[in-house]
């Protein structure tokens, strides 16, 4: 029959029953140590008791004046008695120099001979020790009685070893208590602190509580996402190497026990793990990422701390700006093809009503305009990404009643552009800024998801078409991408905010287009500037190094 494996002690059960043991045997060995030396300490008490009755009787003129008499017990033995009661010692016994006693304690003895030793009190000194007489063995010390330098009787006092060992024993009892109260004190004590641990390590074994650090490391070492625990202080208590990564925090910083606000994040992102409610799934930007941030506290009571998961969307956000750049190329391709629908059958028409001529001219003028940005796009820039970009947004600004130009200085020769530039922070950088500025020509009362400002416009921009003018510009040391639009600007006042994520006047949910605009130029090493163009509105001039990249900042 196997017996059932039975789950081992728990940590804080280990520890109590540890700690028990250690308290039982402290205690025991102080209360061993303690009678030891409580009986030295009593038979040293006693030694000194008897030693100073029988120096003091010694030292006593009547004493010496009773020996000289023919009868001296009729005057010691009352003497004698005296000071053994009030002495409290066992007896006090006078003798001539031949151990004859004069006193004793039992008056039948007096005139017997002393038993003891008396040869080192015969040649005039004092000594202690412990010897059997009449009364049962006891510690004595016997000292001579001197007439000036003779020797005419010798004084022994002494203490029973039972009395002495009484008053050890008087001592103990209360020793005992004080043990038994120390262990009893002890044992509460270890039972309320055990108890405590036993809630926190949730009664778990070492091995467990091993096991559960090893896979907890594992676990963070392993999880893809990036995991932040706070304390009730706001310092970093906890970070993993994912976390590290989306945070920006090299693994040569020492992070934990660091404030969220030593670590320089951008300011939304820092009010976001502060926070003191929870945060689901906010977008938010670092230098080089766009991470999902949420946040969740920890309470008991009291607030303990928080806990934070990061999920990187960088590469989510840039599939999500390309596939909103597809859509929009499908829109103008179907608003493209119902117009050629639309022209063609004014062609027809215009054939079946016999006007040829005028049918060929009208054909040939839209062929016309439609190839000339077309040319020009193609003949300045070489990059296909770039050119079929400009395109697909040329097509888009036209449906919304915005011209889109290519300015006559761009030119982008092909192979100017280095592979460690992504073609993907490209289309970011140019789709955001041609979508910004279409909305801010188009619409003449804010930036797009950038956001802008109403300002008055010009009688020059009235008088005219929406208008988008693109630049872009390679050569051996940088490349220039600026677009410029005949909107309504953007005030001094709010330069500084448009970069921020989430400034926006379209509502919740925009803003973002800049802010992804700065985070690709400073991935890339490059910078953005904002000012007025020419035509009043807004103009941004992004400069991206060809050769070495060294981050530099955003200016507005």
């Not at 676990?219 to 009730?232: F, I, K, Q, S």
Request: hydrophobic share 40%; aromatic share 2%.
């Amino acid at each position: 029959m196997r017996l059932p494996r039975t789950r081992p002690r728990s940590l804080a059960g280990q520890l109590f029953a540890m700690q028990v043991v250690l308290i039982a045997a402290v205690v025991a060995g102080c209360a061993v140590f303690a009678y030891v030396s409580g009986s030295a300490q009593a038979e040293q008490t006693a030694t000194r008791q008897v030693r100073a009755a029988a120096v003091a009787v010694a030292d006593s003129p009547s004493v010496r004046e009773a020996i000289r008499t023919p009868d001296p017990s009729a005057v010691l033995q009352p003497y004698a008695e005296q000071v053994r009661r009030d002495t409290q010692i066992a007896f006090v016994t006078i003798m001539d120099t031949e151990r004859r006693r004069w006193t004793h304690p039992d008056a039948s003895l007096i005139g017997e001979t002393f038993l003891g030793h008396t040869e080192e009190a015969l040649r005039g000194e004092t000594f202690t020790e412990t010897y059997t007489g009449t009364l049962g063995p006891s510690i004595r010390v016997v000292t001579p009685v001197r007439d000036g330098e003779r020797i005419i009787g010798l004084v022994s006092a002494g203490i029973t070893v039972d009395r002495v060992s009484s008053q050890v024993r008087e001592q103990l009892g209360a020793l005992a208590l004080a043990a038994g109260g120390a262990l009893a004190l002890g044992g509460i004590g270890t039972y309320v602190i055990n108890a405590r641990l036993r809630r926190h390590t949730h009664g778990m074994n070492a091995a467990e509580l091993s096991r559960l650090h090893d896979y907890h490391q594992a676990t963070l070492h392993a999880v893809r996402e990036g995991l932040l625990m706070l304390d009730g202080q706001r310092r970093i208590a906890l970070i993993n190497d994912a976390g590290r990564e989306l945070l920006g925090i090299t693994p040569k910083t020492e992070a934990l026990g660091r404030t969220v606000d030593e670590l320089h994040l951008p300011a939304p992102l820092t009010g976001a793990l502060l926070a003191s409610e929870a945060r689901v799934d906010e977008l938010h930007l670092t230098a080089d990422r766009v991470v999902v941030v949420n946040t969740r506290p920890v309470v008991g009571g009291e607030r303990r701390g928080t806990v934070v998961t990061l999920r990187d969307h960088t590469e989510l956000q840039a599939l999500t700006g390309e596939l909103d750049s597809e859509r929009g190329f499908t829109q103008a391709l179907r608003s493209q093809a119902h117009e050629a629908a639309n022209r063609l059958h004014t062609v027809v028409s215009l054939i079946e009503l016999g006007r040829v001529e005028e049918a060929v001219e009208f054909a040939t003028a839209e062929l016309e305009l439609a190839q000339v940005l077309t040319d020009r796009v193609v003949g300045a820039v070489e990059e296909p990404v770039l050119a079929a970009l400009l395109l697909g947004k040329a097509a888009q600004a036209n449906e919304r009643g915005v011209e889109l130009e290519l300015a006559e200085d761009s030119l982008i020769d092909d192979g100017a552009l280095p592979d460690s530039l992504a073609q993907r922070d490209l289309v970011t950088i140019l789709g955001n800024l041609i979508d910004n500025a279409v909305d801010a020509a188009s619409e003449g009362d804010g930036h797009g998801s950038a956001g802008a400002v109403p300002a008055q416009r010009t009688a020059s921009q009235g008088a005219g078409r929406a208008r988008v003018t693109v630049t872009a510009l390679a050569d051996d040391r940088e490349l220039l991408l600026r677009v410029s639009d005949t909107g309504p600007g953007i005030g001094p006042e709010e330069a500084d905010e448009v970069f921020r994520r989430g400034w926006s006047t379209h509502g919740a949910g925009r803003g973002l287009g800049l802010a992804l605009v700065r985070q690709a130029a400073h991935r890339n090493g490059g910078s953005v500037e904002l000012d007025r163009a020419p035509e009043g509105g807004a103009r941004f001039t992004v400069r991206l190094p060809l050769g070495d990249r060294t981050a530099t900042e955003v200016t507005a």
